[in-house]
C-alpha cells in the first residue's frame, strides 16, 4: 500500500525482517565535506552572537532589525515547528497542496536541513527514544554527571556529525514519493541562501538603499536569528530530555520545560508530545503558550487544514501519569 503524508509511518510500521536503521555509509571525503559545513553553520551564528553586545553597544539595534528578525524567526520556526515537525512526521493535521508546499518552503528557511532528512531522523528518534538507535539522546552514554554532560553535548549538536544517516527509505518512503517536497528538500541550498539573503535586502531597503540598514539586518535578522533558532530547537533534543516536569506517561525521558515555551513556539512541552505524538496542541495544560497550536488553529479556520488531531480532555486525562 502507499504511504500518503498523511499518514506517515515510524519504524513500528509492522514490516517483516530486519531493516537498517541508517543508510550506507558516506565516503569519506563527502563526510569531511559535511562535517566542515556544519562547523561552519554552527559556529559563524554562534559567534555572531557572541558579538551581539559589543555590537548593540557600538550602534544600536534598530527596530528594523528587530522587526525583520522577528519575522523572519516566525515564519521559519513554525516552518518546523507546524511544518517539519507536526504535520510532514507526525501527520497531527492533514493539508491542502498549497500549504502543504509552503510549509516546506517555510521550514527550510530555518536551515536545519532539507525537510526529508529533518522528518527522517525525527521519526526514528520517536521510534527510539532514549533507547540503542536513538541518534539524538542525552543519555547515549549513561546516567552519571560526566555521562550527562557528554550526551547533552551529543544530543545538542554532536548527532549531527554522525558519519552515517537514517535510512530516508525505511523513515520517510512518503516524503520521497512526493515530486513536490523531493524537489523542495534538493532545494535546501538555495533556500538557505534566500533565507540569509532576504533579511539585508529588506534592510537595504527599508533604510533607503543604505548598505548600513542591509549590514545591520543581515548580522541581526540572519546571523543572530539563524543561532537563536538552531539552538532553541536543538534544546528540545537536549535540556527537554533532561530536565524538567513530567505530567504524562511515557515510554523515554521526555521532559516539559517551560522557560522555552515561547522561544521554541511550544516545542517545549515535549513530554505531552511523546505522551501523545499525534496532538496537533502540546501545551495542553492550564496556562501552557502554544503558538504553533494556535498556526495550524488559524490553518483550520482558514481551510488550508483539515482532520486536526486536537488532543480531547479525556484523551489528556487518560495520558496524565498515575
Known sequence: MTQTLDNPITATDGTSGPLPETGLARSKAAAHAEQVILVLVITVPLLAVAATVPVAWGWGLGWHDVVIAAVMYAISGHGITVGFHRYF?????K????LRVTLAI??????????????ADHR???????KDGDPHSPWRYGANLRSMIRGLWHAHIGWMFDIEQTNHARFAPDLLADRAIVRISKAFPW???VSLLTPPLVGYLWS???WQGALSAFFWASLVRVALLHHVTWSINSICHAIGTKPFASRDESRNVWWLAIPSMGESWHNLHHADPTAARHGVLRGQLDTSGRVIWAFEKLHLAYDVRWPSPERIQAKLAA
Not at 512526521?89 to 493535521?93: D, E, L, R, S
Not at 526514528?124 to 532514549?130: G, I, L, V
Open 89 to 93: 512526521t507526525h501527520g497531527a493535521f
Open 95 to 98: 493539508a491542502k497542496k498549497a
Open 106 to 119: 517555510a521550514g527550510s528557511l530555518a536551515i536545519q536541513g532539507p525537510v526529508i532528512r529533518w522528518v
Open 124 to 130: 526514528r528518534h520517536h521510534a527510539y527514544s532514549d
Open 191 to 193: 533556500l538557505s541562501a
Open 208 to 210: 533607503g538603499f543604505a
